[in-house]
T-cell receptor, first 112, second 116 residues
């Protein structure tokens, strides 16, 4: 069964510290993975996706198929990074994207 | 341009009443999704529309839930005989789905449903 696991409900770090939000997935096919972020009082929005291999707002995420992980990392956290982060797996209908399967989210709190 | 919009933003209803939630996707987006966001459950998929194909209803939690999409645009999620456990934020998303596997889903602001 397809599943996304985010083991930490809450992650609290100090400004300038490195941060890693963990995500593990279970999926028999070729995974398409995303990180979505929801800032306070804002709508859910895409942060980054593995296929783009991009860095957004200093965040990066590498797909590790051997460990079935897609951890989100940033070397120096900022207070404005405080938000709810969701890891998501795109369900694949024979090559076409279907719905997203979300983890339960990790609340990142960056303290001054 | 305009993003995904949802109405109402908040809905309070009494147990047993029916409710309708509306979603206006981004113009031109062929795919539309409904999710539910609740405490302890995270984001759960409910239903997915793509073009003129039959919707994927596999995420609907019970037959009290239904959704339709008229003219390939606006969608309405209907919950009949609401229960307290239906209280959640209902999110709508749309994507262009032009054939790419990783089309970005754009989310609306959600409708917060409270069942008393």
């Amino acid at each position: 069964a397809q599943r996304v696991t985010q083991p930490e409900k809450l992650l609290s770090v100090f400004k300038g510290a490195p941060v890693e939000l963990k995500c593990n997935y279970s999926y028999s096919g070729s995974p398409e993975l995303f990180w979505y972020v929801q800032y306070s009082r804002q709508r859910l929005q895409l942060l980054l996706r593995h296929i783009s291999r991009e860095s957004i707002k200093g965040f990066t995420a590498d797909l590790n198929k051997g460990e079935t992980s897609f951890h989100l990392k940033k070397p120096f956290a900022q207070e404005e990074d405080s938000a709810m982060y969701y890891c998501a797996l795109a369900f694949n209908y024979g090559g076409s994207q279907g719905n997203l399967i979300f983890g339960k989210g990790t609340k990142l709190s960056v303290k001054p | 341009g305009a993003g995904v919009s949802q109405s109402p933003s908040n809905k309070v209803t009494e147990k047993g009443k029916d409710v309708e939630l509306r979603c206006d996707p981004i113009s031109g987006h062929t795919a539309l999704y409904w999710y539910r966001q609740s405490l302890g459950q995270g984001l759960e998929f409910l239903i997915y529309f793509q073009g003129n194909s039959a919707p994927d209803k596999s995420g609907l939690p019970s037959d009290r839930f239904s959704a339709e999409r008229t003219g390939g645009s606006v969608s309405t999620l209907t919950i009949q005989r609401t229960q307290q456990e239906d209280s959640a934020v209902y999110l709508c998303a749309s994507s262009l789905l032009a054939g790419g596997i990783t089309d970005t889903q754009y989310f609306g602001p959600g409708t917060r449903l409270t069942v008393l």
